[in-house]
């Protein structure tokens, strides 16, 4: 990118820079006084809400942002990038290449799994808690609305998803002005009931977080499940690093977001202290009554962006588990000529789509969400924490007890966080871990099968310099044309020549054997790699990283550089289409092998996934028992 000369220039792009980060980064966070403390404080309102216990859990949460996305996200874990990208498969990505031996890559690779389906778990579960939060203010306008509020929540959900299709390019030039607007209506109605009761300043002090804790034992640990939802959206800034880069998140946070949620959070704790009824929605009784209705369509504008930067974050996360194969081929479609990562795919739309209408018809309200929500939060925080703690020691060449004091704490904070959420699963908290198993059995099988697939190939198959050995003395023949056969075994013969062979007796003039890898990494620097094997007979590496992806036709074209000439009318595309079934000896479980083959008849067709034209392919069955 070239850097421009006209600082006034170079001043403006900083400032929608920020902007950007601000509305995308920031949006899901910023949602979270909507509903946290409130949450937090209702475990302890029985028998009446006393100081220390409302001080003790503002403090709690103050200090939750403090060490978990401040101390955590901010300044530690954003270091650990994959070539600049960041998120829990970019790190388990960036893990592997440090992992020792088979186990422990293994390790990492369920550990990255694990993380990924419970991001997916939250990728539907925050479209439902934040609209139905925000649009729960209009109770508090009046009381006639209250049978409005599932109607309404559920028209601003499916107009969201349903607008998809058109990509977020147009309305994110809204994004940040309208997220700048919420965070500061948020710092300054916070600061008004911060300046009126004074007092609950002294709730910055961690004195108050620790004798809650101390005083409540086991009962803290259900405070810690709701205060966690305080710090929802924090693994946002490590996912959305590669779009903006990590400095312009940290500075919007240190000097945008943090004060902002701050002063807010404080703010309701102050109304909360002098009012004891104000629990029932002290966020929006933090603003005058002429001024709630705004509020309410303000943040409602705000939570359809939060929900908007999860639902774009499930579609990267989905594309980068197709490319590193822990799911199958699915429709991926570019929205913008011009931004790579803007993406959408219908069938994981429809998925969620249609498990955040379950949630809102099941849960009915934002209280009764909370407890499901925080499960796969501090599950990824989890995940994000040990993969972290590896690639600190074995990447940077951190000393142990330098990653044992970094990390240690980490873990225990993540842990606490995630067993006072488990507490919760009987009231709700079994929906993200039902959702994150069943996606970690289908990423799980996916991949071992796959696995199992490939082995069965290369025990079946002709080795590559055998069949390039006994060319010269066959008699085979040679008929005018390009043939591409599509292979993932670059070093075997594709079962799809050798049935050509068999059955029509002859071989193309010119052939190319194209093997598509997928990189642990982003993007890759290296696209092609041509290399002749015999007089007209090429193999031809591409290679994609896993925010990519695969256009083989234009690729092709592109050996003209190489000095392997390709028309592409006279191309045929040969392509080997597996049925899998079972063998004498299974090496998998009933039930896997059966989702193996649901999800292998179900995969979008290798033609539309490598963008090949569809009417110069030549598929050719082929029966694999694993």
């Known amino acids: 990118?070239?850097?421009?000369?006209?600082?006034?220039?170079?001043?403006?792009?900083?400032?929608?820079?920020?902007?950007?980060?601000?509305?995308?980064?920031?949006?899901?966070?910023?949602?979270?006084?909507?509903?946290?403390?409130?949450?937090?404080?209702?475990?302890?309102?029985?028998?009446?809400?006393?100081?220390?216990?409302?001080?003790?859990?503002?403090?709690?949460?103050?200090?939750?942002?403090?060490?978990?996305?401040?101390?955590?996200?901010?300044?530690?874990?954003?270091?650990?990038?994959?070539?600049?990208?960041?998120?829990?498969?970019?790190?388990?990505?960036l893990a592997q290449r440090v992992g020792r031996g088979t186990t422990g890559r293994r390790l990492i690779v369920l550990v990255g799994i694990a993380g990924a389906s419970l991001f997916f778990g939250d990728g539907i579960i925050t479209p439902a808690i934040s609209v139905l939060s925000a649009v729960e203010g209009l109770k508090i306008i009046s009381p006639a609305f209250t049978d409005a509020v599932i109607p309404i929540s559920l028209a601003v959900l499916l107009a969201l998803f349903m607008v998809q299709y058109k990509g977020t390019h147009t309305i994110g030039r809204v994004f940040g002005p309208v997220t700048a607007l919420w965070f500061g209506s948020l710092g300054i109605l916070g600061l008004i009931e911060v300046v009126r009761e004074p007092e609950v300043l002294v709730a910055l002090s961690p004195h108050f977080a620790i004798q809650f804790c101390l005083e409540y034992h086991l009962a803290a640990f259900i405070a810690l499940g709701s205060v966690v939802l305080a710090v929802t959206g924090a693994e946002a800034l490590y996912a959305d690093m590669g779009h903006f880069g990590a400095r312009p998140i940290r500075l919007v946070w240190l000097w945008a977001v943090l004060p902002s949620l701050t002063l807010n959070y404080l703010g309701q704790g102050a109304l909360i202290l002098s009012d004891r009824s104000a629990l029932e929605n002290p966020f929006y009784l933090l603003a005058p009554e002429w001024l709630r209705l705004p509020m309410v369509l303000l943040a409602t504008c705000a939570t359809v962006i939060a929900?908007?930067?999860?639902?774009?974050?499930?579609?990267?996360?989905?594309r980068q588990c197709v490319q590193l194969g822990f799911l199958p081929r699915m429709t991926i479609r570019h929205t913008s000529e011009t931004e790579e990562g803007q993406i959408y795919m219908p069938q994981v739309n429809v998925t969620l789509l249609v498990g955040v209408i379950i949630l809102v018809l099941s849960f009915h309200d934002s209280d009764s969400l909370a407890a499901a929500y925080g499960i796969s939060v501090t599950g990824t925080f989890l995940c994000t924490t040990c993969l972290a703690g590896l690639v600190f020691r074995r990447q940077f060449g951190w000393p142990r007890a330098a990653v044992a004091a970094v990390v240690t704490p980490l873990l225990i904070l993540d842990a606490s966080y995630f067993i006072a959420n488990v507490l919760k699963v009987p009231d709700g908290g079994w929906v993200p871990l039902l959702l994150g198993g069943w996606l970690f059995a289908v990423m799980l099988t996916w991949r071992k099968g796959r696995e199992l697939l490939f082995a069965r190939f290369r025990q079946d198959s002709l080795p590559l310099k055998?069949?390039?050995?006994?060319?010269?003395?066959?008699?085979?023949?040679?008929?005018?044309?390009?043939?591409?056969?599509?292979?993932?075994?670059?070093?075997?013969?594709?079962?799809?020549?050798?049935?050509?062979?068999?059955?029509?007796?002859?071989?193309?003039?010119?052939?190319?054997?194209?093997?598509?890898?997928?990189?642990d990494v982003p993007q890759a620097q290296q696209r092609r790699e041509v290399t002749e094997l015999a007089p007209g007979i090429h193999r031809v590496m591409l290679r994609y990283g896993f925010q990519e992806t695969p256009n083989i036709p234009r690729e092709l074209e592109a050996l003209r550089e190489h000095g392997v000439a390709f028309e592409p009318m006279q191309a045929s595309y040969f392509l080997g289409r597996e049925t899998v079934v079972a063998a004498a000896v299974p090496k998998m479980a009933r039930w896997q092998q059966w989702l193996f083959g649901a999800m292998s008849r179900?995969?979008?067709?290798?033609?539309?996934?490598?963008?090949?034209?569809s009417d110069r392919v030549v598929e050719l069955g082929v029966r694999v028992a694993i």
């Open 466 to 519: 055998s069949f390039l050995a006994r060319l010269p003395q066959s008699r085979t023949t040679r008929v005018p044309g390009i043939a591409v056969f599509m292979t993932g075994q670059a070093d075997y013969v594709p079962n799809a020549l050798l049935h050509n062979l068999k059955h029509n007796k002859v071989l193309h003039e010119r052939v190319l054997f194209v093997t598509v890898e997928n990189l």
């Open 307 to 318: 929900s908007q930067a999860m639902i774009s974050g499930a579609f990267s996360i989905a």
């Open 602 to 613: 179900n995969a979008m067709p290798a033609t539309e996934f490598f963008r090949i034209p």
């Open 1 to 93: 990118m070239a850097v421009t000369a006209d600082p006034q220039k170079k001043q403006a792009l900083s400032a929608g820079l920020l902007l950007g980060v601000l509305g995308v980064v920031y949006g899901d966070i910023g949602t979270s006084p909507l509903y946290a403390l409130r949450a937090s404080l209702l475990h302890f309102s029985e028998d009446g809400l006393e100081r220390w216990e409302i001080l003790g859990v503002l403090s709690l949460i103050f200090w939750s942002l403090i060490l978990v996305v401040t101390v955590k996200y901010v300044l530690l874990v954003l270091r650990a990038d994959n070539r600049g990208e960041g998120g829990i498969l970019a790190l388990m990505a």
